[in-house]
């Protein structure tokens, strides 16, 4: 239990203290899940899970990523929605319908196709990594996905929590975000950045706004983001900045200034309703 000492002192002294309920809440869901694997036990600890992502899911993905075996008395396929990568049907085409091995198939895709002075880009396959911000995710997989973005020939996006500096040196396949929130906005980094997408929608709950919890907004998170450490960090559903056609035009303009080759993108997502 020496490590979750390490960590609980860290939150008490050399880091801005957060508060007593946020500390207590933590260590508690550390400790649950730190005893149950300090003595190889992937029983269900009580403070660990949701009803989505539940505490069997959470012991196997560790068992599994300890020991690369399936384990056999835990769920680790579907959460108690029922749900999961493991329930998915996959429906193929008959065997008279599929290519001939010896056909070429082409995967690549041009990102610019009009006839302007921004950046020719061609990319390997027919996709990139969506936006996964700092602070939701570490600076450790963010370059992951950054070097693996480097091989495939794609990009990733650094989503809406800033241009971490570790990113610099795969900049060529790094996509960045201006969000409604414009945490970590930076000239420097558009300027580096091949791609810049406005994020007009939240793509996982269309309609609201970004949510970063205080616990995940640490020192260096918070210095990155422009905020104050262990605070909950909100971003707005809509630009407050941007009510018109005109608006947004202005906003093309700002990047375009700052980085006239970069291709500017755009998310947006709507709810099944809409």
Do not use: C
């Not at 990523?65 to 929605?81: C, Q, R, W, Y």
């Not at 006839?115 to 969506?130: L, Q, R, S, V």
């Not at 630009?239 to 947004?248: I, L």
């Amino acid at each position: 239990m020496a490590m979750l000492q390490d960590l609980v002192d860290a939150y008490k002294g050399k880091i801005v203290k957060p508060s007593d309920a946020l500390l207590h809440k933590t260590t508690h869901l550390i400790q649950d899940g730190m005893n149950a694997r300090a003595f190889g036990e992937y029983e269900k600890p009580k403070a660990l899970g949701d009803a989505r992502w539940t505490d069997e899911l959470i012991l196997s993905t560790w068992y599994m990523a300890e020991t690369g075996k399936v384990p056999d008395k835990l769920n680790f396929k579907t959460g108690k929605s029922d749900g999961g990568f493991d329930r998915l049907d996959f429906q193929f085409l008959p065997e008279s319908d599929w290519l001939e091995h010896s056909e070429a198939i082409d995967t690549k895709l041009p990102l610019n196709r009009r006839g302007d002075k921004k950046n020719k880009i061609e990319i390997d396959i027919p996709w990139y990594g969506g936006g996964m911000s700092y602070g939701s995710v570490s600076v450790n997989v963010m370059m992951s996905r950054a070097k693996n973005a480097k091989q495939w020939n794609s990009f990733m996006s650094t989503g809406e929590g800033g241009y971490p500096p570790e990113l610099y040196e795969v900049k060529e396949n790094v996509i960045t975000q201006v969000a409604t929130g414009y945490f970590g906005v930076e000239e420097e980094t558009i300027q580096a950045a091949p791609i810049i997408e406005f994020k007009y929608a939240q793509g996982a709950k269309p309609g609201l706004g970004g949510h970063l919890l205080a616990a995940k907004a640490g020192e260096e998170v918070a210095k990155l983001r422009g905020s104050v450490p262990f605070v909950s960090l909100f971003s707005p559903f809509p630009f407050h900045s941007t009510y018109s056609v005109e608006d947004h035009s202005k906003h093309l303009d700002w990047i375009e200034t700052v980085n006239p080759k970069a291709i500017l993108s755009v998310k947006v997502s709507t709810p099944h309703d809409v």
